[in-house]
């Protein structure tokens, strides 16, 4: 160890971050209530300089998907961050900051986790689907003390791996697949959490807490989540049935569309929402002439809005994309695969691969015992995550939760949500003396189209009106020169915001949302507001 002075107690205000260099390597120190605290520089999901985030008390938020770290102890308090900081000791002396380091410095760190002691518990608890819930899930229960069996199940034969990724770098082509994996099989193993990968379920008898895999095998549990996530919607048309068209849930799917790519000039979307769009951007960067078809009038019309959407309109045509909106494919052709489209007008449009890009439907059709949500099957849930039936938990895309800015509950399909819905639920599972609710999760979620970045935070499925701060591609302003952030307000609250280079913003943002001191809409709509300040 090297004791290093990295700083004068002058050179920080409270509420105040720097990152140092040390080296070859990089510390983050904070000062909060007068004192100082070292911690990694870095998120320990992308690696995104923590500095240019926010500190809020204790809570350090990143600045690019608003993982949350405790900036004392470096603990990970919120995804899609895995891991914790390290955190290094600091003591003053005199003017000076001084800080403990090791010869190597580690930026990350795994929190400790019981190990598995069946004379000490003799329950068995199933996580079923290995996706951003699940995979959170099953290292909270041992991070929480569980010492009783898990399992994690999924019809899927790899390891837990990034979704995220597959629409952007991944369909890019500059990511290779040994990047796509979450943890390790070592991890696992360390952690006496079973894997059970490759098998299907086809029923979960409620009643009886009985689970049974497509080989007619069995599985008993005390305790069940429910993380199976969504399906991509696919298109019942004539000739859908034909190779070369896809839907963009998995790796398979994604490799399947990258072997095509390879010898491809032309695709076709179907959608204009974000598993559409990004294909569109991601496949157009890859060299294809790419077509949009979509009913709409604009690109994410549902979620972001007329002007947001046009904006991305532009950022796609500029980028050499064209859109056929207000219309839907009726029929696809070709000799055994996909040659060409039909839409409502006649029109043909020749394509070498079709994305299907509709949206995703629950994957619940295995459950018995549990009533689901009449309009979508989705899997209704209490504030505490917990199903109808005792020792039954939904997490994520599948469970419609109660949200408590709406009033009412939803389902939501972010990658983030469902790894703080994954984490609730396994704290309740555990059923200490008292559970956690999930009424105050922020929704976040954030999507790359060539050069641009759009965060988003909150949740709005309807609004009175967009309030616009800064100024959208209508302007004079060039694409990459783009800031604003776009408030959606309904009956005097705002539901949602979403920004462009305005990361900073947005962070704190999620933190008032999160601590229900946002400002009201006629604020937003009268005030000059520094975020910052405010936080």
Not at 7 to 17: N, R, T
Not at 211 to 240: R, V
Not at 499 to 516: F, H, P, T, W
Request: proline share 3%; net charge negative; charged share 25%.
């Amino acid at each position: 160890m090297k004791e290093i002075a990295v700083a004068k107690v002058d050179e920080l205000q409270d509420g105040q971050m720097q990152q140092i260099a040390v080296g070859d390597d990089q510390i983050l120190l904070s000062k909060i209530d007068g004192q100082f605290y070292a911690t990694g520089a870095f998120c320990t999901h992308y690696g995104a300089p923590l500095a240019k985030g926010i500190l809020c008390n204790e809570r350090i938020v990143c600045p690019w998907h608003n993982a949350c770290f405790n900036a004392i102890a470096g603990q990970q308090e919120e995804p899609p961050a895995l891991d914790s900081l390290t955190n290094f000791s600091v003591r003053i002396e005199g003017e000076q900051v001084l800080v403990k380091l090791p010869e190597d410095i580690s930026q990350q760190r795994t929190l400790a986790m019981a190990r598995y002691e069946p004379k000490v518990d003799q329950r068995t608890f199933v996580v079923l689907g290995a996706g951003s819930a699940g995979t959170v899930a099953v290292e909270t229960l041992r991070q929480q003390g569980f010492q009783g069996q898990i399992v994690l199940i999924s019809a899927e034969q790899k390891l837990p791996y990034d979704r995220t990724k597959l629409s952007k770098n991944y369909l890019q082509g500059k990511a290779e697949e040994d990047s796509l994996p979450l943890r390790s099989c070592e991890f696992y193993d360390q952690h006496n959490i079973e894997l059970r990968f490759g098998e299907a379920v086809t029923k979960v008898d409620s009643i009886n807490k009985l689970i049974t895999f497509e080989d007619n095998s069995t599985l008993e549990y005390d305790s069940l989540l429910l993380a199976t996530g969504g399906q991509a919607k696919k298109m019942d048309l004539p000739g859908s049935n034909l190779a070369n068209i896809f839907t963009l849930r998995n790796t398979e799917d994604v490799n399947s569309i990258l072997e095509e790519v390879k010898k491809a000039k032309k695709a076709l979307i179907i959608g204009s929402s974000f598993i559409g769009m990004e294909a569109a951007a991601s496949l157009n960067q890859q060299g294809l002439e790419v077509v949009v078809v979509s009913p709409s009038d604009v690109p994410f019309k549902k979620i972001l809005g007329d002007r947001l959407g046009k904006m991305f309109q532009k950022l796609h045509e500029q980028n050499g994309v064209t859109f056929k909106f207000g219309t839907k494919a009726t029929e696809f052709g070709g000799d055994g695969k996909v040659e060409y489209a039909v839409l409502e007008n006649g029109e043909k449009i020749a394509t070498d691969l079709v994305i299907v890009g509709i949206g995703v439907q629950p994957n619940t059709s295995y459950l018995e015992g549990i009533e689901l949500n009449e309009k979508d099957h989705s899997i209704p849930v209490n504030e505490y995550l917990q199903t109808e039936i005792k020792d039954i938990y939904a997490a994520g895309d599948i469970a419609s939760f109660p949200y408590q800015p709406m009033g009412e509950s939803t389902r939501i399909e972010h990658w983030r949500l469902a790894a703080q819905h994954g984490k609730i639920a396994a704290i309740n599972m555990l059923e200490k003396s008292k559970l956690t609710k999930a009424d105050d999760i922020v929704p976040f979620f954030w999507s790359g189209q060539y050069d641009l970045k759009l965060r988003y935070v909150g949740h709005a499925e309807s609004w009175d009106e967009i309030k616009i701060d800064g100024e959208l591609a209508e302007s004079n302003k060039s694409l990459d020169e783009l800031e604003f952030l776009a408030f959606y307000l309904q009956n005097n609250k705002v539901m949602a915001v979403a920004g462009v280079n305005r990361d900073k913003d947005i962070a704190a943002i999620s933190e008032l949302m999160r601590r229900q001191k946002m400002p009201d809409a006629n604020e937003i709509k009268n005030t000059e507001i520094n975020w910052i300040d405010l936080i």
